[in-house]
């Protein structure tokens, strides 16, 4: 029973990413976008949050070239020049008399504003696993299942983001979604804690430069969260078991649908996505 109602999950999950998607591409300025009279609307939040998500990817692309090149600094002049220089930076930008830098050729861009843009009010009361299994599941089972699978990845994620300082806030979702994703398209091994981690800072600093998203209510900002977490979810269960059976055809399904959910929640082809050298790389 349980591998009949997993198996429907899949063509559930596999129609929704790639519905929706379209539905988006073609009517992005309607009321009606993403499919918001057939659920998805509950899931995901606002149209108005959808509409910001377009912009987000390429602002974190920027982002992460910045943490790139901030990379190479410390590989040239080290870790203690490249900090100073940055202090002296912010220095200057607080209003500090400007004084000439210790090392003029290393050009350091001014401290990003935090802002806290992605970071929410949780309400207790919210249900995404009830939302998230009404709109995928058609069958108790599938529906039981897709609770099962929020449920449980919902709780791993709590545990690893909380000491991270990630909780509560939709770039840690949102980077939890990337890695399962990434890995599930391309068929690797997930990237290393400091990758990750560099990730998660550029879409952090990413959602603070989008003005837009200071006007994103705390719940629409926990149900994307929470959707971004679920898919995740959905991903590497399906993933896991067709890695542990063997199944070709099942890692080909949840390749298709991880491109298919990378298009929908990033805005973005899932071939710009790659590991490069231990980091995560946004082209």
């Given at each position: 029973?349980?591998?009949?109602?997993?198996?429907?999950?899949?063509?559930?999950?596999?129609?929704?990413?790639?519905?929706?998607?379209?539905?988006?591409?073609?009517?992005?300025?309607?009321?009606?976008?993403?499919?918001?009279?057939?659920?998805?609307?509950?899931?995901?939040?606002?149209?108005?949050?959808?509409?910001?998500?377009?912009?987000?990817?390429?602002?974190?692309?920027?982002?992460?070239?910045?943490?790139?090149?901030?990379?190479?600094?410390?590989?040239?002049?080290?870790?203690?020049?490249?900090?100073?220089?940055?202090?002296?930076?912010?220095?200057?930008?607080?209003?500090?008399?400007?004084?000439?830098?210790s090392n003029p050729?290393?050009?350091?861009?001014?401290?990003?504003?935090?802002?806290?843009?992605?970071?929410?009010?949780?309400?207790?009361?919210?249900?995404?696993?009830?939302?998230?299994?009404?709109?995928?599941?058609?069958?108790?089972?599938?529906?039981?299942?897709?609770?099962?699978?929020?449920?449980?990845?919902?709780?791993?994620?709590?545990?690893?983001?909380?000491?991270?300082?990630?909780?509560?806030?939709?770039?840690?979702?949102?980077?939890?979604?990337?890695?399962?994703?990434?890995?599930?398209?391309?068929?690797?091994?997930?990237?290393?804690?400091?990758a990750v981690e560099?990730?998660?800072?550029?879409?952090?600093?990413?959602?603070?430069?989008?003005?837009?998203?200071?006007?994103?209510?705390?719940?629409?900002?926990?149900?994307?969260?929470?959707?971004?977490?679920?898919?995740?979810?959905?991903?590497?269960?399906?993933y896991t078991e067709?890695?542990?059976?063997?199944?070709?055809?099942?890692?080909?399904?949840?390749?298709?649908?991880?491109?298919?959910?990378?298009?929908?929640?990033?805005?973005?082809?899932?071939?710009?996505?790659?590991?490069?050298?231990?980091?995560?790389?946004?082209?």
């Amino acid at each position: 029973m349980k591998r009949t109602a997993h198996n429907n999950l899949i063509a559930c999950a596999f129609s929704f990413a790639f519905i929706f998607m379209s539905v988006g591409v073609a009517s992005a300025q309607t009321a009606n976008a993403y499919g918001y009279s057939t659920g998805y609307g509950t899931v995901y939040g606002s149209f108005g949050l959808a509409q910001t998500m377009q912009t987000m990817y390429n602002t974190a692309q920027m982002q992460m070239q910045k943490t790139m090149a901030r990379t190479a600094m410390i590989k040239r002049w080290g870790l203690a020049a490249v900090e100073k220089a940055e202090r002296e930076s912010s220095g200057k930008s607080s209003g500090a008399k400007a004084s000439a830098p210790s090392n003029p050729q290393i050009v350091v861009p001014p401290p990003r504003v935090v802002r806290n843009h992605g970071v929410f009010r949780p309400d207790p009361t919210a249900d995404t696993g009830k939302a998230l299994a009404d709109a995928l599941g058609e069958t108790p089972e599938e529906k039981a299942l897709i609770r099962q699978i929020y449920a449980g990845t919902k709780a791993a994620y709590e545990k690893e983001a909380a000491p991270k300082g990630w909780n509560n806030n939709i770039a840690g979702g949102l980077t939890l979604f990337t890695v399962a994703a990434m890995t599930v398209y391309r068929d690797v091994e997930a990237p290393s804690d400091d990758a990750v981690e560099t990730y998660y800072k550029a879409l952090n600093a990413a959602l603070d430069e989008i003005p837009a998203f200071a006007s994103v209510t705390n719940k629409d900002k926990q149900n994307f969260n929470n959707m971004t977490i679920a898919f995740a979810g959905l991903l590497l269960a399906g993933y896991t078991e067709g890695k542990q059976t063997g199944d070709a055809a099942t890692l080909e399904t949840y390749k298709k649908l991880a491109g298919g959910l990378i298009q929908l929640v990033l805005k973005t082809d899932p071939e710009n996505l790659r590991i490069e050298n231990g980091q995560i790389v946004m082209k």
